[in-house]
């Protein structure tokens, strides 16, 4: 059985998790600084505009990858600096939640 699962399936509350809101707008930037194992990112479902997701210098509406409201993308990354995120509108939001070792 996988770390962090159960035997009915269900995934069990990590141990060193955290989790946070940011505001975005159409410059990409940094969504945080430190080491972690894996994100998991949601473009919050109010909205009014995709979310792009990328490395610095891709993070933005022409490179990022887009995420309609709602969308989400989770993926394994070792520095939570190298995840950039900008958006459409000024003020739309992403939330995340990060796994840290």
């Known amino acids: 059985m996988g770390k962090g699962r159960s035997n009915t399936g269900i995934t069990r509350m990590p141990e060193n998790m955290d989790n946070g809101e940011m505001a975005l707008n159409t410059t990409p930037a940094a969504i945080g600084s430190g080491e972690i194992l894996s994100i998991l990112i949601k473009a919050a479902t109010t909205n009014s505009g995709n979310a792009y997701v ?19 993308i989770g993926f394994e990354i070792k520095e939570l600096g190298k995840i950039y995120v900008s958006s459409d509108v000024n003020g739309d939001k992403i939330r995340y939640v990060v796994i840290k070792p």
Not at 54 to 72: C, F, H, M, R, T
């Open 54 to 72: 990328g490395v610095s210098g891709k993070g933005d509406a022409a490179n990022g990858y887009p995420l309609s409201p709602g969308e989400s």
